[in-house]
């Protein structure tokens, strides 16, 4: 199980850390991906990491701007937010997968935290 965390209100520019909580004990056999989703379009990939920590891969539209991280021990996945900007404004999911590496489709994590909300105002 997930559950995200971290979101809130911003101003263009600002910065927020997201966070998912996992339960249990296999989070560090789980690759991790971040995804966010705006009414009435398609769940958008942001970010992924490996199950050891390496591998951040990020997508264009976030590159260079968020971080992906995670903490085993604390059976937590990151993702540092800066320079937000409007268009960053979104419900944003983090999940798990135990099969795919370099995972950037939903279709391909098979566990979903709740999302949390981020609005960027300019």
């Known amino acids: 199980q997930l559950q995200a965390f971290g979101g809130g209100s911003v101003q263009a520019g600002g910065s927020l850390r997201l966070s998912c909580a996992a339960s249990g004990r296999t989070f560090r056999s789980y690759h991790m991906g971040w995804f966010r989703q705006v009414p009435g379009k398609e769940r958008e990939f942001a970010a992924r990491?490996?199950?050891?920590?390496?591998?951040?891969y990020y997508a264009d539209s976030v590159k260079g701007r968020f971080t992906i991280s995670r903490d085993n021990a604390k059976n937590t996945v990151y993702l540092q937010m800066n320079s937000l900007k409007p268009e960053d404004t979104a419900v944003y999911y983090c999940?798990?997968?135990?099969?795919?590496?370099?995972?950037?489709?939903?279709?391909?994590?098979?566990?979903w935290g709740q999302g949390t909300q981020v609005t960027v105002s300019s």
């Open positions: 999940a798990a997968t135990s099969t795919v590496n370099w995972a950037t489709k939903p279709h391909e994590y098979h566990t």
């Open positions: 990491i490996s199950r050891d920590g390496g591998g951040a």
